[in-house]
């Protein structure tokens, strides 16, 4: 459950009466008052029509396109892709309140919170020293400034992304020494080694440093480049500590934020890593992140989801070749993203390639196929379709990509793009895709009366839930026919569901005001339920004479369903039963369930 994280309710009710949604959801997207509604473009996903609605008097939004709601606090949580507490700080700044560290869930976490301030404080104060570094005019400088100027970025480009450079493995320890830091902390934030004597060193000794920077402008670790050849890796990143988490973190995600907050973003570049990220970011393309050479992960892809719905998969030119599976890019795929990937001429980065002008990069963009479609290219370019056997291994691969297409329309389209590439007739290509489908279709299918009832159950199911779905949104919302009705004449079977009906049942005992905003304390952050019964509280669909009555409807088909549930629970205990006496009893009670179903 969500609830208020261990902090004390006083403080939470002070920080939400003392930071309106209406206000903070204006200072990041524009607000449009319609009779009692704010109403907006969604912030979380794309679209053209408003639908993300915010309501003032209960103190909660919702939008009707994507189903995201929530209160003050989830909205900032959201939009600054922060955790609970990094919201409560954010509101609690706002409102110039103390936020109460001693009524943390225990004394462990505000322990937690002091030895994370300290870690960024050392994050911050190293990529200072770094930076100065750069600019300090000491020889050991002078290869870190020419191999920027090597690769053409500007002094403009180099503060803004904050590069600078380690001139030995010592400077720093002794920097940060006389700040106070203790120890520890320095060895846990990872800007610091240890040799076998027990010596510090800096960690990221004589390499260029390249600050990794959080969607709130904290340092919290540093990627290094070796400028010489070395039998050590020549890129380095900062081990993960309480601050970095490298399958959590995108590379260049504030200054996204920062984009996003002056334009609409219509979608993201994705590449591997720092310089291909800087090089196109000073070419003029903004909207670049890297995963830093990582394997793609479900964070990082809901984290640039709050972006963009758009991915552009930019990688080197050996990225077919290399990872013709692509199965990093499906996570992309199961966030809902639209995943395109940009095809790159051989042996060439995007670096490389925008160094050309940015009209050469932009027409690479501009390739950019759909997933399925690179699957295929990728394939393509690891068999030679001039010889025989290639040709089929290609085909017989290729056909498993064309199957997986969710429309008929895109298996017709791509299964033309093989006939082109292979000279194999379309007909000949479809009659093998048919033939491949059948030998991969599950023999054991349900007999046609089985289907029936399972496709009759799981309709019974689906009724009852919306049916439970509109009661609940009725009395949420304070529709006049559903006053008079007592929740507690209902049993629910789903969790979440149960938990709305006991807070009316609450409120309504109490004489208290409904408010919906509550909830948001009270269930999961991402429940699915609640933004179900969220969605019928919408133009007009709780009011009217056909609400009332389908209301009323409601009601009788799920009590009409408890009757029956009762009833096949009677019927299976009398066919248990043995003792006649107590047949007889079970069948009282079958007859006088019957009479009242």
């Given at each position: 459950m969500s609830g208020s994280r261990g902090l004390d309710f006083r403080f939470m009710q002070e920080l939400k009466q003392k930071n309106d949604i209406i206000e903070v959801i204006a200072s990041y997207v524009a607000l449009d008052k319609k009779g009692n509604t704010h109403w907006a473009c969604c912030p979380f996903h794309h679209e053209k029509t408003p639908s993300f609605a915010v309501n003032q008097a209960d103190q909660f939004y919702h939008c009707f396109g994507c189903g995201v709601s929530g209160d003050v606090v989830k909205f900032v949580q959201e939009i600054e892709s922060t955790d609970f507490m990094g919201a409560v700080r954010i509101l609690a700044g706002r409102a110039k309140m103390a936020v109460p560290e001693s009524n943390f869930d225990t004394e462990k976490a505000a322990e937690m919170k002091k030895k994370r301030d300290q870690m960024s404080a050392i994050m911050l104060d190293s990529a200072r020293f770094y930076l100065s570094n750069l600019y300090s005019g000491d020889d050991r400088a002078q290869a870190h400034l020419a191999y920027i100027q090597n690769r053409k970025l500007s002094p403009t480009t180099v503060k803004k992304f904050g590069l600078g450079a380690s001139l030995d493995f010592y400077g720093l320890p002794d920097y940060l020494a006389g700040k106070g830091y203790s120890r520890q902390n320095l060895l846990d934030c990872g800007v610091l080694g240890e040799t076998k004597n027990g010596k510090l060193i800096d960690a990221q000794g004589g390499r260029l440093i390249f600050p990794i920077i959080n969607a709130f402008d904290e340092v919290v670790a540093f990627g290094g480049r070796l400028l010489e050849k070395s039998d050590f890796a020549k890129y380095k990143n900062t081990k993960e500590t309480l601050l970095f988490n490298k399958s959590k973190t995108l590379y260049n995600i504030n200054l996204l934020k920062k984009l996003k907050r002056k334009q609409p973003i219509q979608n993201v570049i994705m590449v591997e890593g720092y310089m291909d990220t800087i090089s196109l970011y000073q070419a003029g393309f903004e909207n670049v992140v890297a995963s830093m050479g990582t394997s793609l992960t479900k964070e990082q892809a809901r984290l640039v989801k709050r972006y963009s719905d758009t991915v552009l998969i930019s990688y080197d030119g050996d990225f077919a070749g290399q990872k013709a599976d692509l199965r990093g890019l499906e996570i992309l795929n199961d966030e809902h993203l639209t995943v395109r990937v940009v095809p790159m001429p051989d042996g060439l980065d995007p670096d490389d390639v925008v160094k050309k002008g940015k009209d050469e990069y932009q027409k690479c963009l501009d390739a950019a196929m759909p997933l399925i479609d690179y699957k295929i290219h990728a394939l393509e370019r690891k068999y030679d379709l001039s010889a025989t056997e290639d040709k089929r291994k290609f085909v017989a691969?290729?056909?498993?990509?064309?199957?997986?297409?969710?429309?008929?329309?895109?298996?017709?389209?791509?299964?033309?793009?093989?006939?082109?590439?292979?000279?194999?007739?379309?007909?000949?290509?479809?009659?093998?895709?048919?033939?491949?489908?059948?030998?991969?279709?599950?023999?054991?299918?349900?007999?046609?009366?089985?289907?029936?009832?399972?496709?009759?159950v799981a309709s019974g199911a689906a009724q009852t839930v919306k049916a439970v779905r509109f009661i609940l949104a009725a009395k949420l919302f304070n529709a006049a026919y559903a006053k008079a009705f007592d929740v507690n004449g209902l049993s629910f079977s789903e969790q979440s569901h149960r938990v709305i009906a006991d807070y009316i049942a609450k409120q309504e005992s109490s004489g208290e005001r409904i408010r919906p905003s509550e909830l948001f304390e009270m269930l999961d952050e991402d429940d699915s339920e609640l933004s179900a019964i969220f969605d019928l509280n919408y133009e007009d669909k709780l009011s009217g004479e056909i609400a009332a009555r389908f209301f009323s409807d409601s009601v009788r088909s799920i009590q009409r369903a408890e009757k029956e549930k009762t009833l096949a629970r009677l019927n299976e205990e009398y066919a248990n039963e043995t003792n006649e006496e107590k047949r007889k009893e079970i069948a009282k009670k079958i007859a006088n369930c019957v009479r009242k179903k």
């Amino acid at each position: 459950m969500s609830g208020s994280r261990g902090l004390d309710f006083r403080f939470m009710q002070e920080l939400k009466q003392k930071n309106d949604i209406i206000e903070v959801i204006a200072s990041y997207v524009a607000l449009d008052k319609k009779g009692n509604t704010h109403w907006a473009c969604c912030p979380f996903h794309h679209e053209k029509t408003p639908s993300f609605a915010v309501n003032q008097a209960d103190q909660f939004y919702h939008c009707f396109g994507c189903g995201v709601s929530g209160d003050v606090v989830k909205f900032v949580q959201e939009i600054e892709s922060t955790d609970f507490m990094g919201a409560v700080r954010i509101l609690a700044g706002r409102a110039k309140m103390a936020v109460p560290e001693s009524n943390f869930d225990t004394e462990k976490a505000a322990e937690m919170k002091k030895k994370r301030d300290q870690m960024s404080a050392i994050m911050l104060d190293s990529a200072r020293f770094y930076l100065s570094n750069l600019y300090s005019g000491d020889d050991r400088a002078q290869a870190h400034l020419a191999y920027i100027q090597n690769r053409k970025l500007s002094p403009t480009t180099v503060k803004k992304f904050g590069l600078g450079a380690s001139l030995d493995f010592y400077g720093l320890p002794d920097y940060l020494a006389g700040k106070g830091y203790s120890r520890q902390n320095l060895l846990d934030c990872g800007v610091l080694g240890e040799t076998k004597n027990g010596k510090l060193i800096d960690a990221q000794g004589g390499r260029l440093i390249f600050p990794i920077i959080n969607a709130f402008d904290e340092v919290v670790a540093f990627g290094g480049r070796l400028l010489e050849k070395s039998d050590f890796a020549k890129y380095k990143n900062t081990k993960e500590t309480l601050l970095f988490n490298k399958s959590k973190t995108l590379y260049n995600i504030n200054l996204l934020k920062k984009l996003k907050r002056k334009q609409p973003i219509q979608n993201v570049i994705m590449v591997e890593g720092y310089m291909d990220t800087i090089s196109l970011y000073q070419a003029g393309f903004e909207n670049v992140v890297a995963s830093m050479g990582t394997s793609l992960t479900k964070e990082q892809a809901r984290l640039v989801k709050r972006y963009s719905d758009t991915v552009l998969i930019s990688y080197d030119g050996d990225f077919a070749g290399q990872k013709a599976d692509l199965r990093g890019l499906e996570i992309l795929n199961d966030e809902h993203l639209t995943v395109r990937v940009v095809p790159m001429p051989d042996g060439l980065d995007p670096d490389d390639v925008v160094k050309k002008g940015k009209d050469e990069y932009q027409k690479c963009l501009d390739a950019a196929m759909p997933l399925i479609d690179y699957k295929i290219h990728a394939l393509e370019r690891k068999y030679d379709l001039s010889a025989t056997e290639d040709k089929r291994k290609f085909v017989a691969g290729a056909l498993k990509v064309v199957a997986s297409a969710d429309s008929e329309s895109v298996k017709e389209e791509l299964l033309k793009k093989l006939r082109d590439k292979t000279g194999i007739s379309y007909h000949a290509l479809e009659r093998d895709l048919q033939r491949a489908a059948k030998d991969t279709a599950v023999d054991d299918t349900p007999t046609e009366p089985l289907q029936n009832k399972i496709a009759e159950v799981a309709s019974g199911a689906a009724q009852t839930v919306k049916a439970v779905r509109f009661i609940l949104a009725a009395k949420l919302f304070n529709a006049a026919y559903a006053k008079a009705f007592d929740v507690n004449g209902l049993s629910f079977s789903e969790q979440s569901h149960r938990v709305i009906a006991d807070y009316i049942a609450k409120q309504e005992s109490s004489g208290e005001r409904i408010r919906p905003s509550e909830l948001f304390e009270m269930l999961d952050e991402d429940d699915s339920e609640l933004s179900a019964i969220f969605d019928l509280n919408y133009e007009d669909k709780l009011s009217g004479e056909i609400a009332a009555r389908f209301f009323s409807d409601s009601v009788r088909s799920i009590q009409r369903a408890e009757k029956e549930k009762t009833l096949a629970r009677l019927n299976e205990e009398y066919a248990n039963e043995t003792n006649e006496e107590k047949r007889k009893e079970i069948a009282k009670k079958i007859a006088n369930c019957v009479r009242k179903k």
